[in-house]
């Protein structure tokens, strides 16, 4: 039997009397196409050409973004042509959470250690550093925590999902002052995208070139049948054109909050405040597809006006975890009392809540108007400038966008949205409806 001499389609039979190192080059050369990123991604997935010091990818849900995200770091971290020609050996990982860094960024199934190879970079969760084979640190940053980025300094940068950044304005602009090191210091941002200040001007800076991604394009990695189900539940939508077509979309025309009013009333902090109240809107059921439990706090300032200060609603999670998750925050911010509707769960809901926190301050509310009716003063009071947004908060401001008559698209519940018309309805005073001052 004659041996064949080429590497592809070779079955073991044919390896018999062949020379071990013949075979061992053989191996080495399936391993190297195996890994070598740039013969199989897309061209949208690599780093565009010219001189440019940020690189926003704006994908669908599944479009590859973290693969290439991963992939680029990897080989600026390692000096890897064509994408570095040395090692870039301080690098920053920046996720809306440490949690997000590490499950995502770093431990993902397209994440740096998946993409690493024989010799995956060895993450530290103590000093939470990647270190690759060659010496090269990957640094992780949360969006909560701004000034932890200071005193550090990177000549590369990855930030995961921009759009989902809690404090974005404050951690982007310490990640840019950090980005100093090498001869041509640039960060990538991967992220769905959002309607979001932070967002929007990373798009506006000339410094920026902007690659975008959709699911299907990606088809070939993602679960048979997935897109099909996608299509048929999201196609067309809103909320479709957003987290599977990444388009970024502007306000609905008939909806009831416009992002301009919202952005117009952004403040880093919130003065002192006289009453503080956490609002929850709790789901019908507790399994992974029912509704989230909107959990929103605001506070009403001497001046009449109101500031919303943290949006911890939670999906999928069973009435334990999202009372712990809403007691939690009324601890957090010491606010003065927990208002929970009560439409769904009755007394169970104070129930839920008291096994938590038994002397918790406490009042239910029930809903006697559709949800249109009931938001529609609150809207007034944004209008007005009255309500102010203490940082941001995009999958509230998602749902407030998104929001028109007859309701959100895709037949969505506006958990986060009730739970904010809740808050400042009960710190609007006793008759139940926000006092509207008519300019």
Same mark, same amino acid.
């Given at each position: ?265 952004? !403040?880093? +902090?919130? /003065?002192? #405040? =006289? ?6 809107? &709790? ?5 992974? %597809? *029912? ?98 947004? !203490?940082? +941001?908060? /995009?999958? #509230? =401001? ?6 028109? &008559? ?5 037949? %969505? *519940? ?26």
């Amino acid at each position: 039997m004659t041996a064949e001499t080429g590497c592809g389609g070779v079955e073991g039979a044919f390896w018999t009397g062949v020379d071990e190192a013949l075979r061992a080059s053989c191996d080495e050369a399936v391993r190297r196409t195996a890994s070598d990123w740039t013969l199989f991604a897309r061209p949208e997935q690599r780093p565009p050409p010219g001189d440019w010091r940020h690189w926003l990818l704006i994908g669908g849900r599944g479009s590859g973004k973290t693969r290439a995200g991963a992939e680029w770091i990897t080989a600026l971290a390692l000096g890897l042509e064509p994408f570095a020609s040395r090692p870039h050996m301080r690098i920053a990982l920046v996720a809306e959470t440490l949690a997000d860094a590490r499950e995502v960024m770093i431990e993902g199934e397209s994440g740096l250690r998946a993409v690493g190879g024989e010799r995956p970079p060895v993450y530290e969760v103590s000093r939470r550093r990647l270190t690759f084979a060659n010496g090269a640190m990957a640094q992780i940053f949360s969006s909560e925590d701004p000034d932890s980025v200071r005193g550090y300094q990177f000549d590369a940068a990855w930030g995961d999902e921009l759009g989902k950044w809690v404090k974005a304005e404050e951690t982007f602009d310490n990640l840019m002052l950090a980005l100093r090191l090498g001869e041509r210091p640039a960060a990538l941002f991967t992220t769905t995208p959002r309607n979001v200040p932070a967002l929007k001007r990373l798009m506006e800076d000339r410094q920026t070139v902007v690659t975008r991604m959709r699911t299907a394009e990606n088809a070939g990695h993602l679960a048979p049948g997935f897109l099909k189900a996608m299509q048929e539940r999201y196609g067309g939508t809103r909320l479709g054109r957003q987290e599977l077509d990444g388009e970024l979309l502007a306000d609905r025309e008939d909806a009831l909050f416009s992002r301009a009013a919202i952005d117009r009333g952004r !403040v880093r +902090a919130a /003065p002192d #405040l =006289e009453r503080i109240v956490v609002a929850v809107d &709790p789901p019908a059921s507790a399994n992974r %597809r *029912s509704d989230a439990c909107g959990i929103v706090a605001v506070g009403r300032a001497g001046d009449g006006c109101f500031y919303v200060l943290a949006d911890r609603s939670r999906q999928g999670v069973k009435p334990e975890g999202w009372a712990r998750a809403a007691v939690a925050l009324c601890e957090e911010l010491q606010a003065d009392r927990i208002v929970a509707e009560v439409n769904q769960g009755g007394d169970m809901v104070e129930a839920v809540l008291r096994t938590i926190a038994p002397d918790l301050p406490y009042r239910a509310v029930r809903a006697t108007r559709g949800k249109w009716l009931r938001a529609e003063p609150v809207a007034a009071l944004y209008e007005q400038g009255r309500v102010r947004h !203490v940082g +941001a908060f /995009p999958e #509230l =401001e998602d749902e407030m966008a998104d929001f028109g &008559p007859e309701g959100l698209t895709g037949s %969505r *519940s506006p958990d986060r949205l009730d739970a904010l018309v809740w808050a400042v309805t009960a710190l609007s005073g006793s008759d139940g409806a926000p006092r509207v001052r008519m300019m």
